[in-house]
């Protein structure tokens, strides 16, 4: 299976190859531009809705390494470590959905508490009660533990399948900021770049980056998971990096958070985040 950084370097040269139109104007995507369409501009959905949920990996385990949103080994760390969960593409919006957070909680008063777990989104789970626009968690073994009275998380995980409720909840990583990693490939004339540790909604809906000395900010372009792409060169650094939320359209600019002399598989961490609210 390929990896998440030599999955984003075949797409950012298939964009290359096909010669794709100039990018949106960034006034476009923030005057309201049809490519987002009304998705983009709904208030997060904070009603509980009715779900199916599952786990995966060890019994009390924090799920497996990596995952289709690209985040690699932050999964197995704290702030994601035990809290990653796999969702069906209604919930993972061709990656767009990365970086949600949910809190989701099972009905059955007879062995789960009445709390909810909180999750990340960090895979998405494509086929079996994925499939068919159902709406399904496929959450690391420790969160769905979590969900039990206490003592009775194994009797829980017996059962395999549940029926569960779940809704938005802000995401909050404690105290850390939004960081950016630089993929694995990436050159002056395409740039690829993986968004981390978005308080708040925690989704991204667009992505634009400023060069050095420039006024000009130049729409990236989603290619999957966390992971957006710019084919343009040759591109100078230091970048500015500006982040539009996905569900009510929250703007953040990170300046100059890229350095001049930026490497691939770097790490770049901003100053600031988004209000971990939603």
């Known amino acids: 299976m390929a990896t998440a950084s030599s999955r984003s370097f075949s797409l950012c040269v298939l964009l290359l190859l096909l010669l794709l139109a100039p990018p949106i104007s960034a006034s476009f995507l923030f005057d309201g531009g049809k490519s987002k369409s009304a998705a983009a501009a709904a208030a997060v959905d904070m009603e509980w809705r009715p779900a199916t949920a599952t786990w995966y990996g060890d019994a009390e385990g924090d799920g497996s390494t990596g995952g289709a949103c690209g985040y690699g080994s932050l999964v197995d760390v704290v702030p994601m470590k035990a809290r ?7 919930l993972f919006k061709d990656g767009e959905g990365c970086g949600a957070c ?16 909180t999750v990340i989104v960090t895979d998405e789970c494509p086929g079996g009660l994925c499939a068919f626009g159902r709406t399904h968690f496929d959450l690391s073994g420790a969160a769905f533990s979590r969900m039990a009275v206490a003592g009775a998380g194994g009797h829980l995980r017996d059962r395999g399948q549940l029926s569960v409720v779940y809704r938005r909840t802000a995401c909050k990583y404690g105290g850390k900021n939004i960081a950016f990693r630089v993929n694995e ?7 690829s770049l993986l968004v981390e540790f978005e308080d708040g909604q925690g989704d991204i809906g667009s992505m634009q980056i400023k060069q050095a000395n ?8 989603h290619v999957w998971g966390a992971t957006w792409c710019l084919v343009r060169g040759p591109l100078v650094g230091p970048f500015s990096v500006r982040l539009t939320t996905l569900s009510a359209q929250k703007a953040l ?3 100059d958070v890229i350095p001049r002399n930026w490497k691939p598989t770097a790490t770049y961490t901003s100053r600031l985040n ?5």
């Open 214 to 221: 420039s006024v000009e900010w130049l729409d990236m372009k």
């Open 84 to 90: 990653v969960g796999s969702v069906s593409p209604v």
């Open 274 to 278: 988004f209000e971990a609210a939603l």
């Open 253 to 255: 600019t990170a300046r």
């Open 185 to 191: 490939g990436s050159t002056n004339f395409w740039l």
């Open 102 to 117: 949910y809190k989701v909680k099972c009905l059955d008063h007879g062995i789960c508490s009445r709390r909810a777990v």
